[in-house]
């Protein structure tokens, strides 16, 4: 059974970090890129960054690009999003999952909350 767990989020003032977790079990994790994605609310689910599995190249959403790093660890099957300068509008339930994503791979996410 794939199962993608989030840990990580939490309250902090805009300007600071967090650093969201990702543990993947039930699949082979080395063979798939993966990707977070937040939905905040009363707007839809969008990607924020993503990691292959081959090279470790990137990609990060314009909103995000230069404050937050993705990264892997495939010994541990864990990948990890690192947030700097948090804003307000970065508030949001934040979502692991392969890239592209697979319906059923969503978990309960983790909630970010950035207060002004």
């Known amino acids: 059974e794939v199962q993608l767990v989030e840990s990580g989020g939490g309250l902090v003032q805009a300007g600071g970090s967090l650093r969201l977790s990702c543990a993947a079990s039930?699949?082979?994790?080395?063979?798939?890129?993966i990707g977070w994605f937040r939905q905040a609310p009363g707007k839809e689910r969008e990607g924020v960054s993503c990691?292959?599995?081959?090279?470790?190249?990137?990609y990060y959403a314009d909103s995000v690009k230069g404050r937050f790093t993705i990264s892997r660890n495939n010994a541990k099957s864990t990948v990890y999003l690192q947030m700097n300068s948090l804003k307000p509008e970065d508030t949001a339930v934040y979502y692991c999952n392969t890239f592209p994503a697979t319906q059923g791979n969503w978990g309960q996410g983790t909630q970010v909350t950035v207060s002004s």
């Open positions: 039930g699949f082979t994790f080395d063979d798939y890129a």
């Open positions: 990691i292959s599995s081959s090279d470790g190249s990137t």
